[in-house]
């Protein structure tokens, strides 16, 4: 999704400073259609056992490679990979006794009871383990030493555990990244139905997970987006829309997050008591006394869920402003099929298009509509040219003078436009995510790229390139408008003399003919070619 600013509109040279009420009404039902829409489409998910993944927050092991954060550290929990112990060794006496796998963590060691062996005659014998009651008193006592070492070893491995669950959430947010969204949650709201159980979160924190490989180690971090309400699941839980604006109201107010044990507890009694009188409250879902009532019960935990999860939210809140605004954008308005100021370029005005990268037709159509509209939408499935078009649009609006902001459900799509930039705009492409580690480092490089480029000249100087490339461009136009005309010229006469009335050459010959005419050679801007020499290449 891409905006920016730019001289006014045509609505706001035209302005509709109120649209009229059915306008308004229109654009709620539609809003409200697309509500209920994604509901019949993606149906809120009300179990949590129904999630891929899930975490709970008390569940981390407490180990030296897993912190958690407070207040001032910036990351909710932070996993180390930890360095695993190798098993005790056992003796030479018991160890080609033992059975594979001995050294295994989580493997009970076992031993032969008999094996073959040689005796001091050179004759093969068969010999018992406990015939020998050194071996037996080695082996307990190599035995105990393994026991302390796995016991031991269990915190490493949960630990260990933790950290590969989050090296595979990390792969697959890498390929999923704008479907997924990782959640930090709390009050388990549970309700028995008929035909249902619910048993979900009511309160969430979006958080992100960051890789630093060079530790190597995983932060999760809660993003820029406050504490939010997880709406679809109320609503389905027969809650109204005014109410849930209530709780919004209160939940912004109190700053409750899903870690305050005191704010949060608090407000999870009073939602469940005021909701239904026969409700239950508990700390734990160990202090709830009854399975037929509905109750809310505290287990702070991460679970993977998706990032449409806001888009209801979002349609909500556009309803709730549609009111109080002054203008209605002109996209809204031809949503309802008020289009009474169509783009109409004026006769024999063309615009002028100012690319850094080469486009085709249709990529040249898109800037073109997008001067006379407030709105293009392109559509068109992978490798059809859309990012290519939209750094093509960077650079054409930037050379006007205009800011642009390009949103994306994830970063990395966003990385890819930047990467299509041409290379002497990228410093001015300023990443503005917040709780990215990798876009953070991208404001740093850009801001520094700019302010290094502007220490090196002046606004004199600049003002000096841009006469002098802008009259160098014209110049440059200009020829390449002369040299298509003489194109097109050579092409009409040529032409004429194949096909024209009075041709001594029969049909046959001029197709011949014209099969083995040579190609036109590629044209230079910037040469002098004569219109003759052109000629006689076409003919």
């Known amino acids: 999704m891409l905006g920016y600013s730019r001289p006014p509109s045509r609505s706001e040279k035209h302005p509709r400073l109120s649209a009229p009420a059915t306008d308004r009404d229109k654009i709620k039902q539609i809003f409200r259609f697309l509500q209920e829409l994604h509901y019949v489409k993606s149906p809120p998910v009300v179990d949590l056992a129904l999630y891929e993944w899930k975490l709970s ?59 073959k062996t040689t005796s001091v005659e050179g004759k093969e014998v068969v010999e018992a383990f406990e015939e020998s009651p050194e071996r037996v008193e080695a082996f307990e006592k190599w035995y105990e030493q393994r026991r302390a070492w796995e016991t031991a070893e269990k915190q490493l ?117 005021k909701f239904w009188p026969d409700g239950l409250y508990g700390d734990s879902l160990g202090q709830i006394q009854s399975d037929e009532v509905p109750c809310l019960y505290r287990a702070p935990m991460f679970f993977l869920g998706y990032r449409g999860q806001g888009y209801v939210e ?62 293009v939408m392109v559509q068109g499935p992978p490798g059809t040219g859309k990012t290519h078009t939209i750094a093509n649009l960077i650079g054409h609006l930037l050379a006007r003078n205009q800011r642009i902001l390009v949103t994306s459900h994830a970063s990395k799509a966003l990385r890819v436009v ?57 110049e440059l136009v200009k020829e390449s408008d002369e040299l298509r005309q003489r194109l097109r010229e050579a092409a009409l006469v040529a032409s004429r003399r194949s096909w024209g009335g009075g041709s001594r050459r029969s049909a046959s010959n001029t197709r011949g003919s014209r099969g083995r005419s040579p190609k036109p050679g590629p044209v230079r801007f910037g040469t002098k070619t004569s219109r003759s020499s052109i000629a006689t290449t076409r003919s």
């Open 157 to 273: 491995h949960d630990a260990l555990n933790v950290f590969l669950d989050l090296f595979e959430l990390y792969g697959k947010f890498e390929r999923e990244a704008e479907r997924l969204q990782l959640f930090l949650a709390d009050g388990i709201l549970r309700i028995h139905k008929p035909d249902v159980v619910i048993q979900h979160p009511i309160l969430l924190q979006r958080v992100e997970l960051v890789f630093n490989p060079s530790v190597p180690e995983f932060l999760i971090k809660e993003s820029s987006q406050g504490p939010e309400l997880c709406t679809p699941l109320l609503r389905y839980a027969g809650i109204d829309g005014k109410a849930m604006q209530q709780l919004r109201e209160e939940v912004d107010k109190q700053a409750l997050h899903p870690l305050d044990p005191d704010a949060t507890g608090e407000f999870f009694k009073a939602f469940v008591h």
């Open 418 to 474: 930047k990467d299509h930039v041409a290379p002497s705009l990228r410093n001015l492409c300023v990443s503005v995510l917040h709780g990215d580690d990798d876009s953070s480092k991208e404001l740093e490089e850009s801001v520094t790229g700019i302010i290094t480029y502007l220490a090196k000249t002046s606004a004199a100087k600049l003002d000096g390139e841009i006469r002098q490339i802008a009259s160098e461009r014209s």
């Open 314 to 375: 979002a349609l909500e809140s556009y309803i709730q402003k549609l009111p109080d605004l002054q203008q209605i954008p002109e996209a809204l308005l031809r949503l309802v099929g008020t289009d009474e100021r169509a783009g109409e370029r004026p006769p024999g005005e063309a615009i002028d298009l100012l690319l850094t990268k080469g486009a085709n037709p249709e990529q040249k159509r898109v800037i073109e509509e997008l001067e006379l509209n407030d709105t």
């Open 57 to 115: 927050y008390d569940a981390v092991p407490r180990y030296a490679s897993v912190q958690r954060g407070d207040a001032g550290s910036g990351f909710i929990i932070k996993v180390a990979r930890p360095s695993e112990s190798q098993c005790p060794r056992p003796s030479v006496a018991i160890e080609k006794w033992l059975k594979a796998d001995w050294e295994q963590f989580g493997v009970e060691p076992e031993f032969y009871q008999r094996r």
